[in-house]
């Protein structure tokens, strides 16, 4: 592995346009496509790669050119050595007083080249992953959504294998470690004093390999299954509102912890409400009679029950009155939300010759509405 400046052409002082436009260059030149076959420019299109990968890089840049400073190019790349230019001596990080003074070597390579590089092919198998949280989304009636309830849901979901309980191998037997990394989960390239290392290709990084997969999972560990599972709502819940089970996701791999399932509530229009935040909205109707004279009322109230409401004298179409804490249920703080009612004139569709007779009546009582407002005279 030589100098990364060198393969890409450039030189030490290059900026970071100079060294994008070196490696675009490179890479149209010596892209597998274009040299089918050709394994010399195969390797030299990798080379290029993993020198713009560092170089494009400041942090690894700057970590790179201080490894360089040090002596640890040669001409041959990484080389053991009394330091100077023809080769690299770790004991110098101890003199130095770099970043990585007192630190893992094979760390500070690895943040340069990436994966796991070190001396003796130290390495670390494939980590535990946690497995992926789902979504599910339950229909709720306008009532439920503000009194509680509790509901079973089906989810369908990779979990795992209960023929194997999660091992991949098929009962009776075991997975066994790799021959190949001997467990490690990865192999080591030798570079002089250094070694980078790769997954293993054998056992994809697990270290370990099933020469006799579970039939029912075909070795993963994991089988799609449909589980059921009891949800609890609380009172109060908004559509859209997401309640967490902890643990009820995805399967985790290699040992890890399952995902958590989330349960979206989705909550049906009501004839009569509507939900604004906490509070709840409804219409009252109300007759003429009782707009202008005023009135006493009763109204429903949200998840069943009634209270009396006071309509004031000369009440105009629209205006709405508050009911404290007749509201839906509080998520959060208890308590409830209030309930407010729009009041609504109602205008019969049909009047009969006395209703007809006393309305005419009274409007010949009234002054023209229009006339102060737009300015109309007689």
């Known amino acids: 592995m030589g100098d990364f400046y060198q393969t890409l052409g450039v030189g030490k002082a290059a900026s970071a346009d100079e060294i994008?436009?070196?490696?675009?260059?490179?890479?149209?030149?010596?892209?597998?496509?274009?040299?089918?076959?050709?394994?010399?420019?195969?390797?030299k299109f990798k080379e290029v790669n993993q020198a713009y990968e560092t170089l494009s890089n400041p942090k690894k840049r700057k970590q790179y050119d201080e490894l360089s400073r040090l002596g640890a190019f040669g001409p041959g790349g990484f080389r053991p050595g009394q330091g100077g230019a023809q080769g690299f001596d770790p004991s110098m990080f101890e003199q130095s007083g770099t970043q990585w003074q007192g630190a893992d070597l094979s760390d500070v390579l690895s943040g340069i080249f990436g994966g796991a590089a070190g001396g003796g092919g130290r390495s670390r198998r494939q980590a535990a992953q946690r497995g992926?949280?789902?979504?599910?989304?339950?229909?709720?009636?306008?009532d439920d959504s503000l009194r509680g309830a509790t509901v079973r849901v089906p989810v369908e979901k990779p979990d795992t294998c209960g023929t194997c309980r999660g091992s991949g191998a098929k009962p009776g037997t075991a997975a066994k470690v790799c021959p190949d990394c001997q467990g490690r989960g990865v192999q080591a390239q030798n570079q002089g004093f250094f070694s980078l290392s790769q997954p293993c290709r054998r056992c994809g990084g697990t270290g370990t390999i099933i020469e006799q997969p579970c039939p029912t999972c075909g070795g993963t560990g994991v089988e799609r299954q449909t589980r059921r599972y009891t949800v609890?709502?609380?009172?109060g819940v908004k559509d859209g509102t997401r309640i967490r089970i902890k643990g009820k996701g995805e399967a985790g791999t290699r040992g890890g912890p399952a995902g958590d399932l989330y349960v979206v509530t989705r909550v049906a229009a009501d004839a009569v409400f509507q939900r604004r935040g906490d509070d709840v909205v409804v219409e009252v109707p109300i007759t003429f009679a009782e707009a202008a004279l005023g009135a006493t009322v009763k109204?429903?109230?949200?998840?069943?029950?009634?209270?009396?409401?006071?309509?004031?004298?000369?009440?105009?179409?629209?205006?709405?009155?508050r009911v404290r804490g007749k509201g839906a249920?509080?998520?959060?703080?208890g308590g409830h939300g209030d309930l407010h009612a729009r009041l609504r004139i109602n205008v019969p569709p049909r009047l009969n010759k006395e209703q007809r007779e006393l309305v005419e009546k009274f409007g010949k009582t009234q002054p023209d509405p229009r006339a102060a407002l737009f300015g109309l005279g007689e």
């Open 329 to 333: 249920p509080r998520l959060k703080g």
């Open 232 to 235: 609890k709502i609380p009172a």
């Open 299 to 321: 109204i429903p109230t949200p998840g069943g029950g009634r209270v009396s409401l006071k309509i004031p004298a000369a009440t105009q179409d629209g205006r709405t009155l």
């Open 20 to 43: 994008k436009k070196a490696f675009r260059k490179l890479a149209r030149q010596h892209h597998p496509d274009k040299n089918p076959g050709n394994k010399a420019a195969e390797e």
């Open 132 to 142: 992926a949280d789902l979504q599910i989304e339950v229909t709720l009636s306008f």
